[in-house]
């Protein structure tokens, strides 16, 4: 059975920071390429980061630029979402998701999705 669970969130002061991550069971990361979407309430689903099977990262929320880096571990199965100098716009439910091609933005386009996880900015 494949499985994402995506772990990590939690409630942090604005300029905290948070690590995501995104772990498998049931197939390998490596040859998927996974990306992170976030959900804010009342908003649609939008893409944060991807990181490609292929090789190469994509960013692609604008608000989120420089603050964050994504990565892979490999021999965990597991791929990470670092969020740096976070602000309460940045709350939202965290998701991954994993596909077989390379990356893209459309949430659309993933096949196996992890449950999410609550990331809250509040002081």
């Known amino acids: 059975q494949l499985q994402l669970v995506v772990s990590g969130g939690d409630l942090v002061q604005p300029g905290g920071s948070l690590r995501l991550s995104c772990a498998a069971s049931g197939f390998t990361l490596r040859d998927q390429s996974v990306g992170w979407f976030r959900q804010a309430p009342g908003k649609e689903r939008e893409a944060v980061s991807c990181s490609s099977r292929y090789g190469g990262n994509y960013n692609y929320a604008d608000s989120m630029k420089g603050r964050i880096t994504i990565s892979r571990d490999n021999a965990k199965n597991t791929v990470i979402l670092q969020m740096n100098n976070l602000n309460p716009e940045d709350t939202a439910i965290y998701f991954c998701?994993?596909?077989?091609?390379?990356?893209?933005?459309?949430?659309?386009?993933?096949?196996?999705w992890g449950p999410g996880t609550q990331v809250s900015v509040s002081s």
């Open positions: 998701a994993a596909r077989g091609l390379s990356c893209s933005a459309s949430d659309a386009q993933y096949t196996s």
